[in-house]
């Protein structure tokens, strides 16, 4: 299916483990975002990625981490997680044109429990 | 670093009234205005953008107007249903030679449309 798919949908782990959210997007985007939700805070990006093999901090990079190999595929993992780390993760892919910018498409999100 | 301010946190209104939510941006290099309409347990869906090019722009019950000198938009969403009852985030973005295809949000609105 074309789009933009997150997985899984729901996760629960426990504090210390290391686990890894998937995102795929079908269009060949260049650009890819990781996004936290939470409650009062709004979207908080993660780290995004203009190309593959190209990636930078966002506002909240620290304990996570990311990969960009391949241009349709931009995991995000959690090293050792923390309680602090539940929330609702969002990917998005957007491909701007020039020197413009283009709205964002984004997933349907994880729910991640940290306990 | 740049920001986006948006108000009310929360609005309620009857059906067939008129709702308005603002944002302020506070780096006047940015260029890209997208509106993001997010319904429970969904990802963010993007409903209209504007340009700095332009002051307004309307697609159906909804608009969105820019004032570049004040640096604020706005979203009018007219003849409120209940089906419009959602979280709705302004974003912000700059494009040009420093384009990094990141759009900044608003905290985001959760608008009510009582029946």
Redesign the interface.
């Known amino acids: 299916d074309a789009g933009i798919t997150q997985s899984p949908r729901y996760k629960i782990t426990e504090t210390g483990r290391q686990v890894t959210l998937m995102c795929h997007q079908t269009w060949s985007h ?2 890819m ?1 990781w996004y936290r939700q939470d409650l ?4 908080r ?1 993660i780290y ?1 990625s ?1 190309a593959a093999d190209i990636t ?1 901090k ?1 506002e909240v990079p620290d304990g996570y981490v990311v990969s960009r190999s391949k241009t349709e595929n931009f995991p995000l993992t959690l090293e050792s997680a923390t309680r602090s780390q539940t929330s609702v993760y ?1 990917c ?1 892919s ?1 491909e ?1 044109r ?12 994880t729910r991640l429990t940290v306990v | 670093g740049e920001n986006v301010e948006q108000h009310p946190s929360t609005l309620s209104v009857q059906e067939g009234d008129s709702a308005v939510i603002k944002c302020t941006y506070s780096d006047s290099a940015s260029n890209y205005f997208p509106w993001y309409k997010q319904e429970l347990g969904k990802g963010p869906q993007l409903i209209i953008d504007i340009r700095s090019n332009v002051g307004e722009k309307k697609d159906q019950r909804i608009a969105v107007t820019l004032n570049k000198t004040a640096k604020h938009f706005s979203l009018h969403i007219t003849e409120t249903q209940p089906e419009d009852s959602a979280v709705y985030f302004c974003a912000a973005s700059k494009g040009g030679s420093s384009n990094t295809g990141k759009l900044i949000f608003g905290q985001g609105t959760t608008l009510q449309v009582k029946p």
Not at chain 1, 40 to 43: I, K, S, T
């Open positions: 260049s650009y975002f009062g805070h709004g979207l990006l995004y203009a930078d966002g969002f998005a957007s701007p020039g020197h413009s910018n283009y709205g964002y498409t984004f997933g349907s999100g």
